[in-house]
């Protein structure tokens, strides 16, 4: 089955210690996400790619980065983590046709100790 | 400013019972439309969508919702809940581009 698939499920990081979450998706979809959901709050866009165009949201802290090396796979990277930064990271896709329903990975817990 | 409000923030109901989850938006024209649907520790998953056409739509596991466009809302409903149905569910609305403004969520509980 076509999916988006994170890894790990769970992540442990020390306080400023960098860390790396990744996606990937079979759906061939040309856009990829990034979330960040924290308890019982609505998913909070961090950036998109479309294609390989990168797109930040304006309130999205300079701590957090991304790569997408190629169409299957999209990296976040949280460079100095701090208490505050743990929550659910999901990574979601969408499709061409313009109709932007979002398809979803099962998310990355981290903890920050 | 566009946005999307979910008022109830948790809803109990008893299992075999009807379900009907508000929700409103505040744009100036027609948003493309969702509702997703999130179990613990689990990415969302998408229950339906409208973008143009029949106001009332049809999703997965048994979900229909109505666009009414005089109310600007999109309720989600269900005639029978289920235990399995138990979740948090959020609305949200897409204006064209690439970001997505999702509600609260609202936690449903269902009881035996």
């Known amino acids: 089955d076509a999916m988006v698939i994170q890894n790990p499920r769970y992540q442990v990081t020390q306080f400023g210690k960098p860390v790396t979450l990744s996606c990937s998706q079979t759906l061939n979809h040309n856009v990829m996400y990034w979330y960040q959901q924290k308890s019982s709050q609505a998913p909070k866009l961090l950036f998109h790619y479309y294609d390989k165009d990168f797109n930040n949201e304006a309130d999205t802290p300079d701590n957090f980065q991304s790569r997408r090396p190629n169409t299957s796979f999209c990296f976040l990277d949280i460079r100095s983590p701090g208490l505050g930064d743990a929550a659910m990271y999901l990574c979601a896709t969408s499709g061409p046709g313009g109709n932007y329903e979002q398809y979803f990975g099962p998310g990355t817990r981290l903890t920050v100790t | ?112």
């Open chain 2, 1 to 112: 400013a566009q946005s999307v409000t979910q008022p109830d923030i948790h809803i109990t109901v008893s299992e075999g019972a009807s379900l009907e989850l508000r929700c409103n938006y505040s744009y100036g024209a027609t948003p493309y439309l969702f509702w997703y649907v999130q179990s613990p520790g689990q990415g969302l998953q998408l229950l339906l969508k409208y973008f143009s056409g029949d106001t009332l739509v049809q999703g997965i596991k048994g979900f229909e919702a109505e666009f009414k466009r005089s109310q600007s809302s999109f309720n989600l409903r269900k005639p029978s809940v289920h235990w399995s149905d138990a979740a948090e569910y959020f609305c949200a609305i897409n204006t064209g581009g690439f970001k997505t403004i999702f509600g609260a969520g609202t936690r449903l509980f269902v009881k035996a």
